[in-house]
């Protein structure tokens, strides 16, 4: 179901199909865990542009997904709501400056949203340079910029993918392209963490099935490790000065089929996927 607060109907019609969907979820017994953006909003200029009328816009469209979210009965939205033009990132000032309006447009986009019933937003990390965070430099200084003197503004998170550590098609090399070092300076301040096979050059949302976990290099018990590290290093961690260490944290097979793939295969394929992470992750889940 889609909830674009721009393209999906109108307001009433959005808030009506979120009901609807809380409803049908309470009845079978589905917990909605976040709402998330789709690939769309990844490719807009929209929180770091020079002009501040897209910056603006693109505001106005997660203060509305907000609402969604809180109707459709979960606390947590997250995506990825900006890219840095080729031009921009050619000259390292406007970099500079488009890094910064970035920081701030979430400071007041947290700040906006404190009393929306959301307890976080969050943005994820990627692995092209015109996607921040991309490296983790780049994403200990995000969540240090936006998050210090926070006061009562809602906390801004990262949201971890196993799969976004394939930067060295733009020159990046070492720990940016770990997942499990990703997991292990961040993960015990995330809400969220996409899981997906793949292999290490790519994001390929594959599901976890016996043939693709052959194929890919994601292990899940070098996730929870460095999952349980991060967690046990937390206090000499510097976010500790910024964020608190998560209470709840959802682990979420990100999965996303070609559109050839049938419905058929594709249920077959997420069956066995929630099998095999169940082998890690039991009902009730874990404590770390």
């Not at 929180?47 to 979960?74: F, N, Y």
């Not at 770990?178 to 996409?194: K, L, N």
């Not at 979420?252 to 419905?263: C, D, F, R, Y």
Request: charged share 25%; aromatic share 8%.
């Amino acid at each position: 179901m889609s909830y674009d607060p721009f393209f999906s109907g109108d307001r009433p019609f959005q808030l009506e199909q979120a009901r609807a969907t809380r409803e049908a979820a309470a009845r079978y017994g589905i917990t909605i865990c976040d709402l998330y953006t789709g690939v769309a909003t990844h490719r807009f200029h929209g929180l770091s542009h020079s002009d501040p009328r897209p910056r603006q816009r693109m505001k106005e469209w997660i203060e509305a997904a907000a609402e969604i979210a809180v109707t459709l009965g979960t606390d947590l939205l997250g995506g990825h709501w900006d890219a840095f033009s080729c031009e921009v990132l050619a000259d390292p000032q406007r970099t500079r400056e488009a890094t910064n309006r970035l920081h701030q447009t979430f400071r007041e986009l947290a700040q906006k949203l404190r009393a929306s019933g959301l307890r976080a937003l969050m943005q994820e990390q990627m692995y092209i340079p015109s996607e921040k965070p991309w490296t983790l430099e780049e994403g200990e200084r995000f969540l240090l910029e936006v998050n210090r003197d926070r006061g009562d503004a809602l906390p801004v998170l990262l949201t971890l993918d196993v799969g976004h550590q394939a930067g060295m098609h733009y020159g990046l090399a070492g720990p940016d392209l770990d997942y499990t070092e990703w997991i292990r300076r961040f993960g015990a301040t995330c809400a969220v963490i996409h899981l997906q096979q793949t292999t290490p050059d790519a994001s390929h949302h594959w599901p976890f099935t016996e043939e693709y976990n052959r194929r890919g290099h994601i292990r899940m018990e070098k996730v929870l490790e460095a999952l349980q590290r991060s967690h046990a290093e937390y206090e000499q961690s510097p976010l500790a000065q910024v964020l608190p260490r998560a209470t709840k944290q959802w682990l979420v097979a990100e999965i996303i089929p070609g559109s050839t793939k049938t419905e058929a295969q594709l249920l077959k394929e997420l069956e066995e996927t929630a099998r095999f992470l169940r082998g890690y992750v039991p009902e009730g889940g874990l404590v770390m």
